[in-house]
């Protein structure tokens, strides 16, 4: 494989493209101008779960396995997994893919967390460091108000 590169701007010449996807939303996301493109509307924030941390990691766990399954493959097939949340130590990421057989490398690039992995992604299956790789990103709302603005009304405490 041959990387090309002009100034800051890479080409790859092994034809890595994208595959397939998956996407779980929140019930506002479902009121929304793009409601009907998500694979699953969550109305239940907690998700069944005791915390929203847990739930986001079950959201990541639920939407990989859309991706998975409309590429017709399953996680033994894939090689790499580059994932991330908005939480400490990538915690959502973390627990949502530690029972899974491929390798897995935590990303924090807050926003760009989902550009940053599709390129690192990108650079590894033209690399021939693996054959499939998969890219998982999160942003819960409640995870992410309590890690950085904690209000009362989300049940964190102030110090």
Request: glycine content about 14%; hydrophobic content about 40%.
């Amino acid at each position: 494989m041959e990387m090309h590169r002009t100034g800051r701007t890479v080409s790859f010449s092994g034809g890595v493209s994208v595959l397939s996807w998956g996407s779980i939303g929140g019930k506002l996301e479902g009121q929304g101008p793009l409601g009907s493109y998500f694979d699953e509307i969550e109305k239940d924030s907690f998700c069944g779960q005791a915390s929203w941390e847990k739930a986001e990691s079950i959201f990541q766990q639920r939407a990989l396995g859309y991706a998975l399954e409309r590429g017709g493959m399953g996680p033994e097939d894939v090689d790499l997994v580059l994932a991330g949340d908005l939480l400490n130590q990538c915690a959502a990421s973390n627990f949502a893919l530690r029972n899974q057989p491929f390798s897995v490398a935590g990303l924090y690039a807050a926003c760009a967390t989902m550009g940053e992995g599709l390129a690192l992604a990108s650079m590894t299956l033209d690399g021939v460091f693996g054959e499939w790789a998969a890219v998982v990103v999160s942003s819960h709302f409640c995870t992410a108000e309590r890690q950085y603005r904690t209000p009362l009304e989300y049940g964190g405490q102030r110090t």
